[in-house]
């Protein structure tokens, strides 16, 4: 095990830089846009070109790499995100910024694509799981940490844009350097909604609206913050609030959803979701301590629809069809983190700051009555028989890919019985 994880130490480095980039860049825009007067709906545009660069990313990316390499790719990406981050620095104009948003967001799924790759190659299925949770756990930290970043220079100034740049050139090294053997192919995942659809109504639709609630959310919230009177002290620290909360809460709801109806738990915290939201929207506060505290319940909630609804889907599949299913609702969370930011922004710009949790409170709400709906439809899998949770958090700036879903192997029964064939091979 400690082999393993010293085999990809280098590479888990590069790692947090790079989301301490992605942290640091996805709460930079939107606060210096909102300084510079952008419409609301601009802002929104922002995450919207991002998550769209994103999907088709995962749909690209592998023949890309597969034509020149991981490692020029990866240099190629990172350098091409780099780039952008001073660029965005130089020209501060709102056409430029949703258009170089969207090629960013396409390069981080191609790097994220990559590392996952080669951490996949190098674990095993004793080490896959400790592998797993270490990288979440960086990429948690990372985005944390460059959000945090936000207090400690003037945003209007181009220092912080300067500091992303660095941020992504030191992500570079560790693969760039490396003397390791480039990982197996990346693998590109099809999205086939009818399958999706029939395999898990309520994952399908469920995700979908997930996506559409945390993108708006993630890409709007520091604008919220911002109209709702928060320094940019606070605006950090409630952003990176709602990370930490919805990390911690995922353990209790997924060992909750183990042993009950997972869309009874998917219904409960959605409806949990809402009532923050409806409160944030109608009572309108401007104590900071008390819209901190809403945002946090929020988070704690939210975040953990996903891994939720991703359980949900895969108790129904078989362990073969794991990556394909979870790879497809992945995409159609890109797919619903793409709309949410496009209907926050006008939401906003119309009505005002907190309105944007009336947009995120409508997709909760329907996500509640529907998994309440389908409950009363198809019967739940017995709790024997249902897939392990795992935890895959989601955020606007740390989106997974599909070769995470195969990184995160939710069937241990299934590995353990791979492990022993090899062993009893390699025996024979």
Same mark, same amino acid.
Not at 215 to 227: E, P
Not at 267 to 292: D, E, K, N, R, Y
Not at 350 to 378: C, D, E, N, W
């Given at each position: 095990?400690?082999?393993?994880?010293?085999?990809?130490?280098?590479?888990?480095?590069?790692?947090?830089?790079?989301?301490?980039? *992605?942290?640091?860049?996805?709460?930079?825009?939107?606060?210096?846009?909102?300084?510079e007067?952008?419409? $609301? $709906?601009?802002?929104?545009?922002?995450?919207?070109?991002?998550?769209?660069?994103?999907?088709?990313?995962?749909?690209?990316?592998?023949?890309?790499?597969?034509?020149?390499?991981?490692?020029?790719?990866? /240099?190629?990406?990172?350098?091409?995100?780099?780039?952008?981050?001073?660029? &965005?620095g130089?020209?501060?104009?709102?056409?430029?910024?949703?258009?170089?948003?969207?090629?960013?967001?396409?390069?981080?799924?191609?790097?994220?694509?990559?590392?996952?790759?080669?951490?996949?190659?190098?674990?095993?299925?004793?080490?896959?799981?400790?592998?797993?949770?270490?990288?979440?756990?960086?990429?948690?930290?990372? !985005?944390?940490?460059g959000q945090?970043?936000?207090?400690?220079?003037?945003?209007?100034?181009?220092?912080?844009?300067?500091?992303c740049?660095i941020?992504?050139?030191?992500?570079?090294?560790?693969?760039?350097? %490396?003397?390791? #053997?480039?990982?197996? +192919?990346?693998? #590109?995942?099809?999205?086939?909604?009818?399958?999706?659809?029939?395999?898990?109504?309520v &994952?399908?639709?469920?995700?979908?609206?997930?996506?559409?609630?945390?993108?708006?959310?993630?890409?709007?919230?520091? !604008?919220?913050?911002?109209?709702?009177?928060?320094?940019?002290? &606070?605006i950090?620290i409630?952003?990176?609030?709602?990370?930490?909360?919805?990390?911690?809460?995922?353990?209790?709801?997924?060992?909750?959803?183990?042993?009950?109806?997972?869309?009874?738990?998917? #219904?409960?915290?959605?409806?949990?979701? #809402?009532?923050?939201?409806?409160?944030?929207?109608?009572?309108?506060?401007?104590?900071?301590?008390?819209?901190?505290?809403?945002? !946090?319940?929020?988070?704690?909630?939210?975040?953990?629809?996903?891994?939720?609804?991703?359980?949900?889907?895969?108790?129904?599949? /078989?362990?073969?069809?794991?990556?394909?299913?979870?790879?497809?609702?992945l995409?159609l969370?890109?797919?619903?983190?793409?709309?949410? +930011? $496009?209907?926050?922004?006008?939401?906003?710009?119309?009505?005002?700051?907190?309105?944007?949790?009336?947009?995120?409170?409508?997709?909760?709400?329907?996500?509640?009555?529907?998994?309440?709906?389908?409950?009363?439809?198809?019967?739940?899998?017995?709790?024997?028989?249902?897939?392990?949770?795992? *935890?895959?958090?989601?955020?606007? &700036?740390?989106?997974?890919t599909?070769? %995470?879903?195969?990184?995160?192997d939710?069937?241990?029964?299934?590995a353990?019985?791979q492990?022993?064939?090899?062993?009893?091979?390699?025996?024979?």
């Amino acid at each position: 095990m400690k082999r393993n994880l010293l085999s990809v130490a280098a590479l888990l480095f590069g790692t947090l830089f790079l989301f301490m980039g *992605n942290g640091l860049q996805g709460i930079l825009l939107p606060v210096r846009g909102n300084l510079e007067g952008y419409a $609301t $709906t601009t802002l929104g545009l922002l995450g919207t070109s991002w998550a769209a660069g994103f999907v088709i990313g995962c749909l690209v990316a592998p023949r890309m790499v597969s034509r020149v390499g991981h490692v020029r790719a990866f /240099s190629g990406f990172i350098s091409i995100i780099a780039i952008i981050a001073l660029v &965005s620095g130089i020209a501060v104009h709102p056409v430029w910024w949703v258009l170089l948003r969207a090629v960013t967001g396409f390069s981080t799924a191609g790097t994220s694509m990559i590392i996952e790759s080669w951490l996949n190659e190098r674990a095993t299925n004793e080490s896959r799981g400790a592998i797993f949770s270490l990288y979440i756990a960086i990429t948690l930290i990372g !985005v944390v940490a460059g959000q945090m970043m936000i207090p400690l220079e003037d945003v209007r100034a181009p220092t912080l844009f300067m500091i992303c740049g660095i941020f992504y050139c030191i992500a570079m090294l560790p693969t760039t350097l %490396s003397t390791a #053997a480039s990982p197996q +192919p990346l693998k #590109a995942v099809k999205l086939d909604l009818r399958a999706l659809y029939r395999n898990s109504p309520v &994952s399908c639709l469920g995700i979908l609206l997930v996506g559409i609630a945390n993108g708006a959310y993630g890409t709007l919230g520091a !604008v919220f913050g911002a109209g709702a009177g928060l320094s940019d002290t &606070s605006i950090a620290i409630m952003m990176s609030s709602t990370i930490f909360a919805g990390a911690l809460m995922q353990l209790p709801a997924g060992r909750l959803s183990d042993r009950i109806d997972r869309r009874y738990v998917l #219904a409960a915290m959605s409806a949990i979701a #809402a009532f923050a939201g409806l409160m944030l929207a109608i009572l309108h506060p401007s104590s900071p301590v008390f819209i901190i505290s809403l945002v !946090v319940l929020y988070g704690a909630v939210a975040n953990t629809l996903y891994p939720i609804a991703v359980a949900h889907a895969n108790d129904f599949a /078989s362990s073969d069809d794991f990556v394909k299913v979870s790879g497809g609702l992945l995409l159609l969370y890109g797919i619903g983190t793409i709309i949410g +930011p $496009t209907i926050g922004g006008p939401v906003m710009s119309i009505a005002s700051p907190h309105a944007l949790f009336l947009v995120t409170a409508f997709a909760h709400v329907l996500i509640t009555v529907y998994a309440i709906m389908r409950s009363r439809v198809r019967a739940a899998i017995p709790a024997s028989d249902r897939d392990a949770f795992t *935890n895959i958090p989601t955020a606007t &700036s740390q989106m997974m890919t599909p070769e %995470s879903m195969s990184l995160a192997d939710r069937n241990p029964a299934r590995a353990a019985e791979q492990a022993q064939a090899e062993a009893q091979l390699k025996y024979n």
